[in-house]
């Protein structure tokens, strides 16, 4: 169990560019979540897998964010047309089906974009 | 809906002081009750969850929490503060259907030498 991987740690972008991370679960949790942290704020949640699967998409989730698990494994969040607004820290954590909430999920360490 | 609220958004102890992070939930349902740590520019850490069994609930580092239902409150307590628990603590709340967690905005610790 190597936990959940987040890459890059760090993202520095200029407005208007196109950014993606990349979240690699534990590698027999089927469900990967991805969240958001602005600066002096608790996570927000923004979307959801099961497997390949996109099961939900916070309202918070505009047209400009992409993400998708192609193979039920890594996930890719993507940004376009990045604003100052996005400036965050996005967390991806992961579970096993059904048992997230017993178990609590599992959380990489994040990647913080900074748009400047 | 449910929802999380942590009084107190920073809290500071000497150490080896009694810490006591207060978490108040709002749920229709039966809640899953978490508190996860955050050290600086890193994830969230689980230190202890409560899933209906027992009430009292011990996690790692010698935190625990309490849920009472009457008060709807999930408070963090830990009877003598290290300066290595100065992070910043989050509660959140789960329910059984709904798959996500809502968090609390955070309570910072800070340990006093």
């Known amino acids: 169990d190597t936990g959940v991987s987040q890459d890059p740690r760090h993202k520095i972008t200029k407005r208007g560019q196109n950014v993606t991370f990349r979240c690699d679960p534990i590698s027999e949790h089927n469900r990967l979540y991805w969240y958001r942290q602005t600066l002096g704020q608790g996570p927000e949640f923004l979307t959801y897998?099961?497997?390949?699967?996109?099961?939900?998409k916070s309202r918070l989730l505009s047209d400009r964010f992409s993400a998708e698990r192609p193979k039920g494994s890594f996930s890719t969040l993507e940004i376009q047309r990045t604003e100052q607004g996005d400036s965050a820290m996005y967390l991806c954590a992961s579970s096993l089906r059904d048992r997230g909430l017993y178990y609590g999920y599992t959380f990489g360490s994040g990647t913080r974009l900074t748009v400047v | 809906a449910q929802s999380v609220t942590q009084l107190g958004s920073h809290v500071s102890v000497s150490e080896g002081a009694l810490v006591l992070l207060r978490c108040n939930y709002s749920s229709s349902v039966p809640p899953y009750l978490f508190w996860y740590v955050q050290y600086p520019n890193q994830g969230l850490q689980l230190l202890l969850k409560?899933?209906?069994?027992?009430?009292l609930v011990k996690g790692i580092n010698g935190f625990e929490a309490e849920f009472k239902k009457s008060e709807t409150s999930f408070h963090l307590t830990k009877p003598s503060a290290h300066m290595s628990d100065a992070a910043e603590y989050f509660c959140?709340?789960?329910?059984?259907?709904?798959?996500?967690?809502?968090f609390g905005q955070g309570t910072r610790l800070t340990i006093n030498p």
């Open positions: 409560y899933t209906s069994a027992a009430t």
């Open positions: 897998f099961q497997n390949e699967a996109q099961l939900e």
């Open positions: 959140a709340v789960g329910i059984q259907g709904a798959q996500k967690l809502v």
